[in-house]
C-alpha cells in the first residue's frame, strides 16, 4: 500500500514557476514509479510526466516538454514536479500516481493516487 499526498500548488502569473510535492507513505514507495497527470476545467485527465523506480529515467509529455522535470528522492519517499514558465493552459489539478508499469503514461497502469493539488496560472 502506498498513501500520496501533494503539496505546492497555488496562483501564480504566467511565465511563474511551482515546485510541485508529492510525499509518499508506505515502505514500499522504491518498487513503484511514480507519474504525475493534470485534469483541466472540462478535460480528461492528462499525463504529465513519469520517473523509474530505480534509475531515474523519465518521460515527460510533450506539451511540458523543456518546462516541466520531474524528480525523487527515494530515502525520502518524495516525487516533485518543476514546473517553470507557466501558462493558462497549465491550469488543472494535478495527481501524483505509483504505478508498477515503467513509464507509462497511462492512468489505468496507475495503482495508487493523490487527492490533487490545484494549480492556476493568471494571465
Known amino acids: 500500500q502506498v498513501q500520496l499526498v501533494e503539496s505546492g500548488g497555488g496562483l501564480v502569473q504566467a511565465g511563474g514557476s511551482l515546485r510541485l510535492s508529492c510525499a509518499a507513505s508506505?515502505?514500499?514507495?522504491?518498487?513503484?514509479?511514480m507519474g504525475w497527470f493534470r485534469q483541466g476545467p472540462g478535460k480528461e485527465r492528462e499525463f504529465v510526466a513519469t520517473?523509474?523506480?530505480?534509475?531515474?529515467?523519465?518521460v515527460v509529455a510533450d506539451s511540458v516538454k523543456g518546462r516541466f522535470s520531474i524528480s525523487r528522492d527515494n530515502a525520502k519517499n518524495m516525487v516533485y514536479l518543476q514546473m517553470n514558465s507557466l501558462t493558462p493552459e497549465d491550469t488543472a489539478v494535478y495527481y501524483c500516481?505509483?504505478?508498477?508499469?515503467?513509464?507509462?503514461?497511462?492512468?489505468?497502469?496507475?495503482?495508487?493516487w493523490g487527492q490533487g493539488t490545484q494549480v492556476t496560472v493568471s494571465s
Open positions: 520517473i523509474m523506480r530505480s534509475d531515474g529515467s523519465t
Open positions: 508506505g515502505r514500499t514507495f522504491s518498487w513503484y514509479g
Open positions: 500516481a505509483a504505478t508498477r508499469v515503467p513509464l507509462s503514461s497511462w492512468p489505468y497502469q496507475y495503482d495508487y
